[in-house]
């Protein structure tokens, strides 16, 4: 049977569905399986598959403790009409390369990949404890499209709230608006004096209070959850579009069964790209897995030196999302690659928390390097990336997918081996900073720099974004990091 326990310790053994209500192990540690490629998929029977059926076999290896028919359901709900492409994720060439669009769900951003399909897992979850009327609350730090989607998967949800912290002024405005005008009875959204570090780390100490959780159980028969990507519920949804990207490729004859790919993969938390090296155990071939960083370069820093450090200088970036220095599923990545020694991960994140640091030992190193490459691009050459997609390929992208290309081009291409570059982000999420790029007019809201850009390329605003304009502004709370607690309780006696 497959059974989840702390990246930390082997003690737990929680089925998935236990997992993915709980969110985050009471030691701190993220949830993990030591079954993972136990059971591979069959890329051999992948060509022809819609995105729902490479979702069924994927995923039933993941969650083997959901039924057939509760997993067919969950993934007809979330792939379904709120997507405006029926492939889901499609890949079309860029060049001699590739471009799998992540965003064409409904808040126009790779979350809502997961975050359509958690609220459905996580209605079919049951209490721990057989609390009839427990309620879960979904607490999360975003830096920025994490909130948005979290929101929209589990506005109005029975039995479920949900709680967004966003770092003030370090969201773009149409981020912003996305999430302070979410509809739904259930929703809470407030801004921290802070950065998402500030506001991620003190989520995890939210989850870790245990008075906190014995006062929510007794005063409001409610629980913590995560919809961060330290929820294994929402990273196992993302393998699924790395085997769609191969049965696409070998739709197109660009590849044949057993022919490796790399994934260029902009990324600030990690979990994205580290669905690809799910994908890779569970029989993808996968050649290498390229981390692409902002100037937030904490990740290029590690996958060069083997040392981890986020004692730097903390920049916003015309890549906000990606404007992180604690990487959490980097912890899961390390479980594996040191063949599941809870020890050494333990040793290692209690360096990180005490002095901000740690250092892996060199073969452990050697050992991630053979699959993750990395690079990474500053705000001019993000400028440079998206004016020269555009000029050499009629393709607007956005500045995170930005970082991607940069890298990409960077690297020598190997003919035989085809690239995708994950394309996270809608550009019309970050008008004017896609505006700047393209020297087209940036001066004006972010609504007519919508307008500008879509005269310009010929591209469609996407209907939901466009309507933020006249949407109305529900939440403009503000708190310090220090109170974030006290928010959550209040959003829970509301509950």
């Not at 059971?39 to 993941?62: H, M, N, R």
């Not at 969201?171 to 929703?187: D, I, P």
């Not at 009629?394 to 035989?416: L, N, S």
Request: hydrophobic share 40%; aromatic share 10%; with cysteine.
């Amino acid at each position: 049977m497959t059974t989840f326990h702390s990246t930390r310790s082997s003690t737990d053994a929680l089925t998935s569905k236990q997992a993915i209500r709980k969110g985050i192990a009471d030691d701190g540690g993220l949830f993990v399986t030591d079954q993972l490629g136990e059971t591979t998929v069959d890329i051999s029977a992948l060509a022809g598959k819609s995105y729902q059926q490479i979702a069924f076999d994927v995923l039933s290896v993941l969650l083997p403790d959901f039924g057939e028919d509760e997993l067919k359901q969950c993934i007809a709900e979330a792939y379904g009409s709120q997507w405006s492409d029926e492939r889901i994720t499609p890949v079309k060439p860029l060049g001699d390369d590739y471009v799998m669009e992540l965003f064409n769900g409904p808040t126009c951003a790779f979350k809502d990949v997961a975050l359509q399909i958690l609220p459905r897992f996580m209605a079919r979850t049951t209490p721990a404890d057989g609390d009839a009327d427990e309620k879960i609350m979904i607490v999360t730090a975003t830096s920025g499209d994490t909130g948005k989607a979290a929101l929209a998967g589990f506005a109005d949800a029975a039995g479920t709230g949900i709680t967004v912290f966003y770092p003030q002024g370090r969201v773009s405005r149409v981020q912003e608006l996305q999430m302070t005008t979410q509809t739904g009875s259930n929703v809470h959204v407030c801004a921290v004096n802070g950065n998402f570090d500030d506001a991620q780390s003190t989520v995890k100490e939210i989850f870790g209070d245990q008075e906190l959780a014995e006062r929510l159980a007794a005063d409001d028969h409610v629980v913590l959850s995560s919809a961060n990507s330290i929820n294994v519920g929402r990273l196992v949804p993302q393998v699924v579009y790395y085997f769609s990207a191969y049965a696409q490729l070998l739709e197109q004859q660009v590849i044949n069964v057993g022919d490796e790919v790399d994934f260029v993969v902009p990324t600030g938390n990690f979990g994205d790209v580290l669905a690809g090296y799910y994908a890779k155990m569970l029989g993808l071939p996968v050649r290498q897995l390229v981390v692409a960083s902002d100037k937030n370069n904490v990740l290029f820093d590690f996958l060069t030196t083997g040392t981890y450090n986020r004692n730097r200088p903390f920049y916003e970036t015309i890549s906000p999302s990606m404007d992180i220095l604690i990487s959490s599923n980097l912890e899961r990545m390390l479980y594996y690659m040191a063949e599941k020694d809870p020890r050494l991960i333990t040793y290692l994140m209690n360096d990180l928390a005490q002095y901000g640091a740690y250092e892996v030992p060199p073969q452990l190193l050697a050992q991630i390097r053979q699959l993750f490459a990395t690079g990474w691009a500053d705000e001019d050459q993000v400028r440079q990336m998206i004016a020269e997609c555009w000029r050499a390929n009629h393709y607007v992208i956005d500045p995170h997918t930005a970082c991607g290309y940069f890298v990409m081009r960077q690297m020598p291409a190997d003919p035989g081996t085809p690239r995708v570059l994950l394309s996270t982000a809608s550009p019309y999420k970050f008008p004017r900073v896609v505006n700047e790029a393209l020297g087209l007019k940036a001066d004006g809201t972010d609504f007519e720099c919508m307008d500008e850009l879509a005269a310009a390329t010929g591209t469609e605003v996407p209907a939901m974004l466009r309507g933020l304009e006249s949407a109305d502004v529900r939440f403009r709370d503000c708190v310090e990091v220090s109170d974030m607690a006290h928010y959550v309780e209040q959003c829970a006696d509301r509950l």
